[in-house]
T-cell receptor
């Protein structure tokens, strides 16, 4: 599968603080998706980015696709306890299959 | 509505026993279907990918197999389970709720003892 590095692996956040998780690829990506998996649940689609430099917002979540289409970030502002879970970036490999990054596990401290 | 159904939800199996996990799709035809495995606290490993009936792509060598006997049915099997087969198995359909987007079933949690 495609080699995608997702950092950090773990993120402990105080409620109300901001944090960012990153997804980096050594090759140019056709698109990138982000999913969230709550503890004990299954991954749920959040967003898809396709264009170079694209920025999309969903309430307190901001998603960016790099100009070179080799990296992406997810920034969450004013973290809430409902943000707990693992966030995955997902890329499409050269055969059209969707491959998951290792994920960033987010723990929120009240 | 367009959904993915998986069963059983949980199972505990002895080493060496067979396995059959089933996934069915509602509300769409000819989706691309995936089987992923997730070990505790880890990411999702792609196991099998199917673009149509009888068309299966295996991603990693292992003692698991997959079949797609019908357009909306995807089955994960093993003849003899290993301890290392324990994990959370997720079936997903691509293009069901949006172009290129994965929709997941609730998952099947397998413990091999």
């Amino acid at each position: 599968g495609q080699q995608v590095m997702q950092i950090p692996q773990y993120q402990h956040v105080q409620e109300g603080e901001d944090f960012t998780t990153y997804c980096n690829s050594s090759t140019t990506l056709s698109n990138i998706q982000w999913y969230k998996q709550r503890p004990g649940g299954h991954p749920v689609f959040l967003i898809q980015l396709v264009k170079s430099g694209e920025v999309k917002k969903q309430k307190r979540l901001t998603f960016q696709f790099g100009e070179a289409k080799k990296n992406s970030s997810l920034h969450i502002t004013a973290t809430q306890t409902t943000d707990v879970g693992t966030y995955f970036c997902v890329t499409t490999d050269s055969w059209g299959k969707l491959q998951f990054g290792a994920g960033t596990q987010v723990v929120v401290t009240p | 509505s367009q959904t993915i159904h998986q069963w059983p939800a949980t199972l505990v199996q002895p080493v060496g026993s067979p396995l059959s996990l089933e996934c069915t799709v509602e509300g769409t035809s000819n989706p691309n279907l995936y089987w992923y495995r997730q070990a505790a606290g880890r990411g999702l490993q792609l196991l099998f990918y199917s673009v149509g009936i009888g068309q299966i792509s295996s991603e990693v060598p292992q003692n698991l197999s997959a079949s797609r006997p019908q357009d909306r049915q995807f089955i994960l099997s093993s003849k003899k389970l290993l301890l290392s087969d324990s994990g959370f198995y997720l079936c997903a359909g691509q293009g069901i709720s949006g172009a290129n987007v994965l929709t997941f079933g609730a998952g099947s949690r397998l413990t091999v003892l």
